[in-house]
């Protein structure tokens, strides 16, 4: 029994865009009858933005959170996760951001999600423009891969990667989109499909190629830069 797995930002949008209508419709009429689930970083306010119900109707289930949160494309809870960020990283991010060299801070810079945090030194509220500029900053800098670094090496229980473009995700070590594998294979799956657009180590979508690889199961994975790369690797699965 095959299932599919699908990343969001930079994968089917772009980086917290809508996702392109054209794209929409070929991907809709693509998943008839196909399994097809979510694993996105992202909560599942900011998933429904930039996918109307109709392309969320083909997913069996959305995995938020890094995979700490299940809901169904109507967004009813399945599963969630109660893990809680210790307060001493609190403080720590509120002096990271602080200290940040990128100067311009446009507010929302520490996000609660179920069973993560979501970190931005530019912060959450940036516009487009200001996600570009930071992303352009950041690749020259490398501030999220250091901040990632440092809390990796400070906060054992805990685990920091560099995720969409402008933000480090922060979870309980182990509890990263890895989790969507272990309970897509116990569902009966064993045969599995993902495309997401970060699946080298310390990328967010690792966590599921990690736990692929491990597997026994028939699997694939492909790392895309967005739904242009996706068309043509979906004629492949008919
Ligand atoms: O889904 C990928 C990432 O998308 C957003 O990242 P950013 O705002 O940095 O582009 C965030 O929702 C992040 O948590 C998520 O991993």
Redo the contacts with the bound molecule.
């Keep these: 029994m095959r299932c599919y797995i699908f990343?969001?930002?930079?994968t089917l949008t772009a980086?917290?865009k809508h996702i392109d209508s054209k794209f929409k419709t070929q991907f809709i009429n693509w998943a008839k009858n196909k399994d097809l689930y979510i694993a996105?970083?992202?909560d599942f306010i900011?998933t429904k933005q930039q996918l109307p119900q109709e392309a969320l109707n083909v997913f069996k289930g959305i995995f938020c959170c890094m995979g700490n949160e299940l809901r169904n494309s109507t967004g009813t809870i399945a599963l969630k996760s109660n893990f809680m960020i210790p307060d001493d990283l609190n403080e720590d991010l509120e002096r990271i951001l602080v200290n940040s060299k990128y100067p311009i801070k446009t507010g929302t810079h520490v996000e609660f999600r179920t069973g993560m945090v979501?970190f931005?030194t530019v912060g959450?509220n940036a516009s487009h423009a200001q996600r570009l500029e930071y992303t352009n900053w950041d690749s020259i800098h490398k501030e999220r891969q250091s901040i990632a670094d440092y809390i990796n090496v400070n906060y054992p229980d805990l685990e920091a990667s560099v995720?969409?473009?402008?933000?480090i995700?922060i979870i309980e070590k182990g509890k990263d989109k890895g989790q969507v594998v272990s309970w897509l294979i116990d569902k009966g799956y064993n045969d599995i499909v993902f495309f997401g657009d970060r699946c080298v180590p310390g990328g967010?979508d690792w966590g599921i190629v990690r736990e692929l690889e491990k597997s026994n199961i028939k699997h694939q994975w492909f790392n895309v830069e967005g739904p242009s790369y996706i068309l043509p690797l979906l004629n492949v699965y008919k």
């Design positions: 990343d969001v930002d930079g980086p917290r996105t970083g992202s900011k979501n931005s959450r995720g969409g473009s402008i933000s995700d967010n």
